[in-house]
């Protein structure tokens, strides 16, 4: 399952079940099943979370609050009164429109055109920001000796 590459020295491992082809990718994409839906319904967080937590980004949910970064109402923020994961857009409080028949109806927000301002935490959402941050950590520290590790004593 290993791929060698003329240009490379190297030997370079593939994935069985990852694709590169546009057609598929879009396919997985819009025919995924809820669950999926989910994790890909992501937005950034703002600096000041992103410093706090130390994570970039986190699944939507209904009740944090986002600032719309992209389009006719950028700089709007409000809170979220729904994740519409079937059309893969989110409604935001006092963000509608007009129709020509007069009903107001909820402008949808694709979740990668929003930031999040203003997490909604529970017990579930803080296991997610923990978990993501002790990864962050060891990441950060991989690699890196200690004074302690491998210490050489002289006599």
Known sequence: ?????ERHSKMVAFKRNATSDRSKSRKAHFS???????K????????DLRSKYSVRSIPLRKDDEVLVTRGHYKGQQG????CYRKKMVIHIERLQREKANGATVNVGF????????????????KKILARKDTRRSEIKNKGKYKETDGAVTTA
């Open 79 to 82: 809170k979220i009164i729904s």
């Open 110 to 125: 694709d979740a990668s055109k929003v930031q999040i301002i203003k997490l909604k935490l529970d017990k579930d959402r």
């Open 32 to 38: 995924a099943p809820s669950n999926i839906r989910r």
């Open 1 to 5: 399952f290993f791929f060698s590459c």
């Open 40 to 47: 890909l319904m992501s937005a950034p967080l703002s600096k």
